[in-house]
């Protein structure tokens, strides 16, 4: 059990760029979360998947964000044509079933300059 | 909408006091309720998870209470320790598994 795995762990990028991050969930973990947090702030919801099923969006998650869980293992969370109000960090957790313990990864930082 | 509050938001203590954080949150229909505890930049560690047939959870110098018909939850810190410096924050889950509902945190500053 090595834990929840975010990459990058950083990422600057200019207005109008596409990010990808990436969760490597503990292993076995069914479930997995996507969350944002700003300064000052807890996290928000955006999405979740069942294994491989997304399902339930956040009605944050704008058409420029798309996630993704091939095969039911990792997760990708992309962001298209990116705004200085995407800076933020972006927390992957994973979890076994429902009502256990959650697992939140370190998070990977995004800065749109 | 369910909305949480922490309060206070900020906390600074001496070294050894016993301390409580609070939780309020306005839909009594939870799932469950979940402690976390975040460092600086880092990501979020589950501290106690209650759920809502339960009435309180300890671990350690740690203890959450859940009163669920009014909303409120409390966690008590023992003893505390410069180490225990970090966030806090309290979290809601409205449907079996589903997303939490986060409140903002108290920042909590135990000094030695």
């Known amino acids: 059990d090595t834990g929840v795995s975010q990459d990058p762990r950083h990422k600057i990028t200019k207005r109008g760029q596409n990010v990808t991050f990436r969760c490597d969930p503990i292993?076995?973990?069914?479930?997995l979360y996507w969350y944002r947090q700003t300064l000052g702030q807890g996290p928000e919801f955006l999405t979740y998947f069942q294994n491989e099923a997304q399902l339930e969006k956040s009605r944050l998650l704008s058409d420029r964000f798309s996630a993704e869980r091939p095969k039911g293992s990792f997760s990708t969370l992309e962001i298209q044509r990116t705004e200085q109000g995407d800076s933020a960090m972006y927390l992957c957790a994973s979890t076994r079933g429902s009502g256990n313990t959650i697992y939140f990864g370190e998070g990977s930082w995004l800065t749109v300059v | 909408k369910q909305e949480v509050t922490q309060i206070p938001a900020a906390l600074s203590v001496p070294e050894g006091e016993n301390l409580v954080l609070n939780c309020s949150f306005t839909d009594s229909a939870i799932y469950n309720l979940q402690w976390f505890r975040q460092d600086p930049g880092k990501g979020l560690t589950s501290l106690l998870l209650?759920?809502?047939?339960?009435r309180e959870q300890t671990s350690g110098r740690l203890n959450a209470s859940l009163d669920k018909s009014s909303g409120r939850s409390t966690l008590y810190i023992a003893a505390s320790q410069p180490g225990d410096s970090a966030t806090y924050l309290c979290a809601v889950s409205m449907e079996y598994g589903n997303k939490l509902v986060f409140g903002a945190g108290t920042i909590l500053r135990v000094k030695s």
């Open positions: 209650i759920q809502s047939s339960q």
């Open positions: 292993s076995e973990h069914n479930r």
